[in-house]
């Protein structure tokens, strides 16, 4: 899986992984792809800090340590409710759906359509006059995220899953011409001096600018205040980052700025909402030549759900993968994953494409981008072999990991976080601490 990975994005190396599954309960390979993703990510860190000038430094990854990375959010210390008390699964009229309500406007936009109280019972009375999939498609109309549930069989008979299947896992393009630059001089870290703006939120795209953060990068996160957040998430994700308010509509300028000085961007913006801002690709790349621009989404970049709205359990449940888990544990309602194994899974995906992207504009010059998305990472899951006896554990408990976390200082107060898996030998990792939305300059680090 590793070997395949590398081979998506170009860049070839060994990594030393230890370990066996099964860690968490599933019938998919959940921690391998944990292993394989967050050592695909420690692999193409290493091999800049070898372009740079260092010595290439060897990779190790355990697969128990990558399976709890992927659970990072579960064992953040002091916890907090990440989801709203209406989110969930629900019996439609003839099956199943799950909504996601996390966000406030998600929230009221799903009561307003029911025409119902925001308690679990009275959205339940409500949604079992509905039918799952025309529910589903008026949600889905209204900008709301609502996902029906499907088998393998009524997945692979929608439009949308023979255009995900045509589209590559990661897919890595250029958008525009640029001379060559070369990486920086050797540093401590392999990314120390590369720059990434993060436009991201919630896990995946918050993953992927952690991984940067880890491996050295000056990670600048770039929120507005009105913009809805989750507090628990922010936390988790946030390791490394540098977060400062701006509000794109009133400060383009001074956002331009700042693109003109990154090496990166990343963003999970619904389709075409920074382009409508006056930042489309063409004119990032305009603003810095040679330019990164990462995409996260959803469901791709092509097929008519290309631009449909939705999150890990949401895809999970309307691709299948819930039905599938529940089948192979003999369950019959939809079971979930043991972890967001396709928002951490894409994350990862999404830093390895960035520093695929960043070897090829050293060596060949441009402008790049690299999508992902969450349904298409999915489908890859699918199509590793099954967990045979993969329901013989149980979820690890806080006290069962203890030796994979530590406690930091932070601006929300001591915080204890599951340590990062991939380790690159001779080389210690120093992210800054975590801190709060808004508390940091919107300008790059200098020196």
Known sequence: MLQDLLGVVGVTSDAVLTGAAPVQPSSFPV???????????????????????????????????????????????????????????????DGWLRLHTNFPHHRAGILSL????????????????????????????????????????????HPHAAALEAQPLVIIERIGDAPRIPLPPAADAPLRGLRLLDLTRVIAGPVAGRTLAHHGADVLHI?????????????????????????????????????????????????????????????????????????????????????????????????GLNAEEAAAAGEDKPRVL????????????????????????????????????????????????????GFAVKNPTQDEVADLLETHESGFGPLTTVRHAALLEGIAAHPGPTMPLGTAAPQWLTG
């Open 31 to 93: 921690d391998a792809v944990a292993q394989a993703t967050i050592a695909a990510c420690g692999v193409a860190a290493a091999a800049i800090h070898a372009a740079r000038g260092a010595a290439r430094p060897a990779v190790h990854c355990d697969m128990r340590a990558a399976a709890i990375e992927f659970r990072s959010e579960q064992h953040l210390r002091p916890g907090r409710e990440a989801w709203d008390s209406i989110a969930g699964l629900y019996r439609s009229a």
């Open 114 to 157: 029911l025409g119902c109280a925001g308690e679990r019972d009275a959205v339940q009375a409500a949604l079992l006059t509905r039918p799952s999939e025309a529910f589903e498609t008026e949600a889905t109309a209204a900008g709301l995220c609502v996902a029906a549930y499907r088998t393998r069989d009524e997945w692979f008979a």
């Open 223 to 319: 929120t507005a205040p009105h913009l809805p957040s989750i507090p628990a998430l922010v936390m988790d994700t946030g390791r490394g980052k540098r977060n400062a308010h701006m509000d794109l509509r009133t400060d383009a300028a001074r956002f331009a700025e700042l693109v003109a000085g990154a090496d990166a961007l990343a963003c999970s913006y619904r389709a075409g909402a920074l382009a409508a801002l006056g930042f489309s690709d063409e004119r990032l790349a305009e603003l810095r030549p040679g330019i990164v621009v990462a995409h996260l989404s959803a469901y791709g970049v092509q097929g008519p759900w290309a631009g449909k709205r939705g999150f890990d359990s949401l895809v999970q449940t309307a691709t």
């Open 338 to 389: 043991p972890c967001q194994a396709l928002d951490h899974a894409s994350g990862y995906l999404l830093a390895l494409g960035i520093m695929a992207a960043w070897l090829r504009r050293a060596e060949e010059g441009g402008s790049w981008r690299v999508r992902v998305s969450l349904a298409r990472t999915g489908h890859w899951i699918r199509s590793l072999p099954r967990m045979e006896g």
